[in-house]
């Protein structure tokens, strides 16, 4: 071989090198670990396809059936759901195995021309599967009525799994209360992005929205009302299992919050005797903060938490509660500290673990598995970053959402008709560019136990606002849970985004056409 043809294979071989696992994509959001695309394996979804779930799982089952069902709709086609494989007929199969190299919520997804084959060591390992094979049908897939084919799924393997365990969306129905369908529909729409966390912010100065039979005051009156002076509303317990239930069912765990010992003025108004003065102050329908404080000092401060947490910590099979602790302006720094320290005392009596606002870790010592979520917009080592670090010191982990980053009632421009600009404006592209292990000075890879969007409701009055402020950002905060840090970027991002919106069209999400992302 001459040296000209040596140069000539050796840069073929080169080329064939960056085609492969490493540099390959797929329009698929968040970004799998590794993809390695094959063109000759495309799958063809037909009449005579059917779903098979390997030996009779009945954890695989669930996943199943979900799966026939959304295909059910939109193909028209029968889609049997078997027990066993037949060569005859084309079929995508689910199949738990424990020796699947990928983590607890990991897959692995294998097309072939005559199956796609989705094998993990758990139920929410295919869940997280099924995601992924549902973005690589064609958008149509997602229609609510039957429609025409072509159905066909790109040749791929795809090796996937989370980076981080905690990946939540926050959703506060305190300050507007939104129903059970229009949280549901929350709950359709961040399951496809793999978020595992629904985050309930359940009280607030405006609005108490869950009931506690030992406190009946707290929903029939503290829920009366919210910002502007709406009617306000209520989760009663067969309501909230219902929300639980639903989110079990697509993989979510949730997280109620009861915001303590500020954001509490709808409990002081239901109940005088909370206040240290006993007398209850009206019903609150602003938007201001750390006006409000329990009084720490009362023995029936405590009888109340205590009654709150073990109703709500039996309605909530999750191993967290979270007990606020931000904004506590009207607590003395002394005061806060025994406050806190009672209240994990309690957390922990009802068998769960104790989650916070960054502030708790201002009272050591924290009960080990104690998470503290970080919302402060300052990074590197400017001021507003010290309760990240101190978390850190203390072993606590951290649940990463920045505000200028994460905080999705934000507006994305001084134009946006709803949210807020405390944080600044943050648009698409600041969502996407931050990572929750480099964005403070201390904090690393190992001190992170995941993300959260957060979306505050001072401006939001139904399920069309929400989704206005949470897509197209929330996806991108999804990846940033999921995806490896290496290899994300922008100007790649920004093209599997904007293959999103087809989708969302056809499911009917009223997204923000950012001029930051070319759609299609």
């Not at 765990?253 to 108004?269: C, F, K, R, Y």
């Amino acid at each position: 071989m001459t040296a000209r043809w040596f140069v000539v294979g050796l840069v073929g071989v080169m080329l064939l090198a960056m085609a492969g696992p490493a540099a390959a994509s797929v329009d698929v959001i968040p970004k799998p670990a590794s993809v390695e695309q094959r063109a000759h394996d495309s799958f063809a979804l037909t009449a005579d396809t059917r779903i098979v779930v390997r030996h009779r799982s009945r954890d695989a089952a669930p996943v199943a059936g979900d799966l026939a069902r959304l295909l059910r709709r939109s193909t028209g086609y029968r889609l049997p759901v078997v027990w066993k494989s037949n060569r005859h007929h084309p079929e995508i199969s689910l199949k738990l195995t424990r020796s699947q190299p990928v983590g607890r919520e990991g897959y692995v997804l294998r097309t072939s021309r005559h199956e796609v084959r989705i094998k993990a060591r758990t139920a929410a390992g295919l869940y997280h599967g099924v995601q992924t094979l549902r973005q690589l049908l064609p958008a149509k897939v997602e229609s609510g009525t039957a429609r025409p084919g072509p159905w066909r799924v790109p040749g791929v393997r795809i090796q996937d799994e989370p980076r981080f365990r905690w990946r939540g969306a926050h959703l506060d129905v305190s300050r507007h209360f939104f129903s059970v369908p229009e949280v549901e529909r929350y709950i359709d729409l961040i399951s496809q992005y793999k978020d595992n966390v629904l985050h309930l912010h359940l009280s607030d100065d405006q609005g108490w929205r869950i009931v506690i039979d030992s406190w009946p005051r707290l929903a029939t009156f503290g829920g009366s009302t919210e910002v502007g002076g709406g009617p306000g509303g209520y989760y009663t317990k067969r309501d909230y299992r219902e929300i639980v239930r639903y989110a079990a069912e697509h993989y979510i765990t949730v997280v109620p919050e009861i915001d303590t010992p500020g954001h509490t003025n709808a409990a002081l108004a239901s109940y005088a005797d909370l206040n240290c003065d006993g007398m209850a102050p009206p019903l609150y329908t602003g938007t201001d903060v750390g006006f409000s404080s329990l009084c720490v000092d009362k023995e029936i401060t405590y009888r109340f938490l205590d009654d709150v947490v073990r109703e709500l910590a039996a309605l909530t099979p999750g191993a967290y509660l979270h007990m606020g602790g931000d904004e506590a302006h009207s607590t003395t720094e002394a005061d806060y500290k025994q406050f806190i320290q009672r209240l994990q005392g309690i957390v922990t009596t009802h068998d769960k673990r104790l989650i916070g606002w960054e502030e708790i870790v201002q009272a050591p010592p924290l009960p080990p598995g104690t998470l503290a979520q970080h919302w402060s917009p300052a990074t590197g080592s400017e001021p507003g970053t010290e309760l990240a670090r101190e978390a850190v010191a203390q072993g606590v982990k951290l649940v990463m959402s920045p505000a200028n980053h994460a905080y999705l009632d934000m507006k994305y421009d001084e134009n946006t008709p709803l949210g807020l600009s405390w944080a600044g404006f943050v648009e698409v592209r600041d969502s996407y560019e931050w990572d929750p292990a480099t964005i403070v000075d201390g904090v690393g890879e190992n001190d992170v136990e995941g993300v959260e969007s957060a979306l505050w409701s001072e401006t939001l009055e139904d399920i069309s606002d929400i989704e206005f402020m949470a897509f197209p950002r929330l996806p991108g905060i999804a990846e940033i849970g999921w995806s490896p840090r290496t290899g994300r970027n922008w100007d790649e991002y920004r093209l599997r985004l904007a293959a999103q919106a087809p989708r969302w069209e056809i499911e009917g999400v009223n997204f923000y056409r950012s001029p930051q992302v070319p759609w299609r």
